[in-house]
């Protein structure tokens, strides 16, 4: 079992900047990729970025591109996403999310991630 604690949500607003973090529990296993995703009140869960260690890369939805950042710290088995350049529609709960299962999916969709967080709610305001 993996263990997802975020945190660094709140209230900003438009144009500033937040850091979102998430403390994963030690794991014996391998987990093939981590990923932030968001959901709004009415609205499906979206991945917003993902992070394959493995491969050393990174993916990003076009709607975050060039202002969110996700990375690691692998000595505090930490998960990042640095949020610049916030706009209202960022507003919604972002998780974080782990996939232990090896080619499992796709980053974007849900159903490729098995451990998700609590969420922490981030709010941005006009």
């Known amino acids: 079992q993996v263990q997802l604690v975020e945190s660094g949500g709140g209230s900003v607003q438009a144009g500033g900047s937040l850091r979102l973090s998430c403390a994963a529990s030690?794991?014996?296993?391998?987990?093939?990729?981590m990923g932030w995703f968001r959901q709004a009140p009415g609205k499906e869960r979206e991945g917003v970025a993902a992070?394959?260690?493995?491969?050393?890369?990174?993916y990003y939805a076009d709607s975050v591109k060039g202002r969110f950042t996700i990375s690691q710290d692998n000595a505090k088995n930490t998960l990042y996403l640095q949020m610049d350049s916030l706009k209202p529609e960022d507003t919604a709960m972002y998780y974080c999310?782990?996939?232990?299962?090896?080619?499992?999916?796709?980053?974007?969709?849900?159903?490729?991630?098995?451990?998700w967080g609590q969420g922490t709610q981030v709010t941005v305001s006009s």
């Open positions: 030690a794991y014996t296993g391998s987990i093939y990729y």
């Open positions: 999310a782990a996939n232990s299962r090896p080619a499992y999916g796709t980053w974007y969709r849900a159903s490729a991630y098995n451990y």
């Open positions: 992070v394959y260690p493995g491969i050393r890369s990174t």
